[in-house]
């Protein structure tokens, strides 16, 4: 099958900062992909490529089957909402307002649902009649959310859609998100720090370090994928000989160790038998480790060692 | 729907900006030029209007397009639909500027013997040249303020510098060879009264001419601008 999204040997420098490097990635569609890492991992500059706002330095991308840059037959059915989203308002008269922007969108989307986008501004409480350059953070953020739902676009990519959306709000992008995923099915590419509160939304997970892709995996395969290990110290070592381990931590008669595997039955039965406490290792966690955000960072990518 | 008409429509989703500030602007001129009152004097009040539409090409760049690309607008289609509602602006301003021209003659200056839409030797002729005069002038402006936003978001402020100086350069080459060709002769001389070569609509041509370049050059430079 046709991968929605691809991406091949992909590389963007900007003289001699490198914001993505050798990139190989596929998404398949209809699905959720999480796309997540720290700060200047690379990111937005993947996704503003994707939505062609920026050019590759080298190598390719694919959505939909063809280079979307100027690509019109790609990019009617593609909606980018950006964090950093930039409106055509002034200072001063006239005002942009929240109407004018859902307007202009009804115009480029063949599958735009405007009753969608008016449940949508009610349930954030933005007012469409309110000037864009006077919305906080959080409504601007509404308001791009908004119109990544109410498109329906084929390919759908946010990038950091929530940044400064209260938790209410954040938990009504992610419902209207998966109702409307459901009777729409769509390639969602989402952009997130928020990992572990968006993390049962995400069929696959992309995690992205310095430009490169550190992980490319099902969400399913990540869950239970390393689990921490807790107790006594010499049954944590007991526990762990043999196995790849990423991190142990000690305190007194006290340790800890992050395994990698899955735990079988047997394990549980062990472990239960000797005094420790198994943990599965949450999504944030595991991507901390694929980020670099501790010693064993490389085991998260298939390098780790016994 | 084709992609230049959803870019136009984009554009007068809030149709004051584009279509209401020039003319606001230009009653305020006239207002002030009424006021100043009816000493016959040209002060250029309709030069103002003719800026606006300078301005209006920058703004439609610098701040329309990067919504616009995020909406699905290709760089190429934004360019062309932002260019024909600027050329489809001009068409119906230079119309109306003829008409306003044909009113001030009627009525002796508005009853105040003001010359305001009649501009020697530019716009001072018979209806038909006032319009085509007019609308090329305020097409190429528009096109012109267009690349300008285009450079400016390509390359910033310094490219923006480099973009002035290259075309003060070109302008010094031209009028060096131009006179070095005993061209001379043919410089405009509508100050000092004395018949002018190269005639109203001979202008209209040279502007017409670079317009199409503007259009060229822009169409070029836009293509790797990002947001």
């Known amino acids: 099958m046709t991968p929605a999204i691809s991406a091949t040997g992909l590389t963007r420098k900007y003289y001699d900062q490198v914001a993505l490097d050798d990139v190989h990635l596929a998404i398949g569609a209809g699905t959720i992909t999480g796309l997540l890492g720290r700060n200047g991992a690379g990111k937005t500059t993947l996704l503003r490529i994707l939505g062609g706002q920026e050019f590759p330095s080298s190598g390719s991308v694919q959505v939909l089957g063809a280079a979307p840059a100027e690509n019109q037959d790609v990019l009617r059915r593609l909606v980018l909402v950006r964090e950093d989203q930039t409106y055509p308002d002034y200072q001063g008269y006239p005002n942009f307002k929240v109407s004018h922007a859902l307007r202009a969108a009804s115009f ?30 959080g409504q601007r953020s509404s308001l791009g959310i908004t119109i990544g739902l109410a498109a329906r676009a084929e390919v759908t990519l946010f990038d950091e859609p929530y940044a400064g959306l209260d938790a209410v709000a954040r938990q009504i992008f992610y419902d209207r998100l998966l109702a409307d ?44 994928m390393a689990t921490t290990v807790s107790g006594p110290v010499l049954a944590v070592n007991s526990f762990t000989g043999g196995r790849p381990v990423w991190e142990r931590r000690g305190l007194g008669s006290q340790a800890s160790a992050v395994i990698v595997g899955q735990i079988s039955p047997e394990d549980r039965e062990r472990a239960r038998s000797l005094g420790l406490d198994l943990t599965p290792l949450s999504l944030q966690q595991l991507v901390v480790q694929a980020s670099g955000g501790s010693a064993g960072a490389g085991a998260v990518t298939g390098r780790a060692s016994a | ?28 001129v006239f207002a002030v030029d009424v006021a100043q009152g009816g ?86 002729g018979p ?41 003060v350069l070109v ?8 006179s070095r060709s005993g061209g001379g002769a043919l410089m405009l001389r509508p100050a000092g009264g004395h018949p002018a070569t190269l005639s109203a609509l001979d202008l209209t041509g040279v502007i017409a001419a670079l317009t199409v370049v503007c259009l060229a050059g822009g169409q070029a430079t836009i293509r790797r601008v990002t947001v």
Not at chain 2, 145 to 164: D, E, K, Q
């Open chain 2, 1 to 28: 729907m084709n992609a230049m008409i959803k870019v136009a429509r984009y554009h007068l989703v809030m149709p004051v900006m584009f279509l209401g500030l020039p003319w606001a602007t230009l009653a305020l």
């Open chain 2, 127 to 167: 209806w038909y040249a006032t319009w085509l005069t007019s609308f090329v002038g305020l097409a190429a402006l528009f096109v012109y303020g267009m690349w300008y936003g285009i450079v400016n978001r390509r390359w910033g402020m310094l490219g923006l510098l480099a973009f002035i100086a290259v075309q």
């Open chain 1, 108 to 137: 480029f989307y063949p599958c735009w649902d405007a009753d969608l986008a008016s449940s949508l501004l009610e349930d954030f409480r933005l007012p469409a009649n309110k000037a864009i350059k006077s919305l906080s953070r």
């Open chain 2, 39 to 124: 000493d016959k004097a040209f002060r250029a009040g309709l030069a103002v209007f003719f800026g606006m539409f300078f301005v209006t090409g920058v703004q439609r760049i610098g701040r329309w397009l990067p919504f616009g690309l995020t909406l699905g607008a290709t760089r190429r289609s934004f360019y062309a639909g932002t260019a024909l509602l600027g050329v489809s602006m001009s068409l119906v301003s230079g119309l109306v500027i003829a008409g306003l021209q044909a009113i001030e003659r009627g009525t002796g200056g508005w009853g105040l013997s003001i010359t305001f839409f009649r501009v020697p030797y530019v716009l001072n």
């Open chain 1, 181 to 224: 995923y459901a009777d729409f099915p769509r390639t969602v590419l989402l952009s997130t720090h928020l990992i572990d509160e968006a993390a049962a939304l995400f069929e696959n997970v992309v995690v992205i370090d310095r430009g490169r892709v550190m992980l490319d995996t099902a969400a399913d395969g990540l869950r239970g």
């Open chain 2, 171 to 178: 302008a010094i080459a031209v009028s060096f060879v131009y």
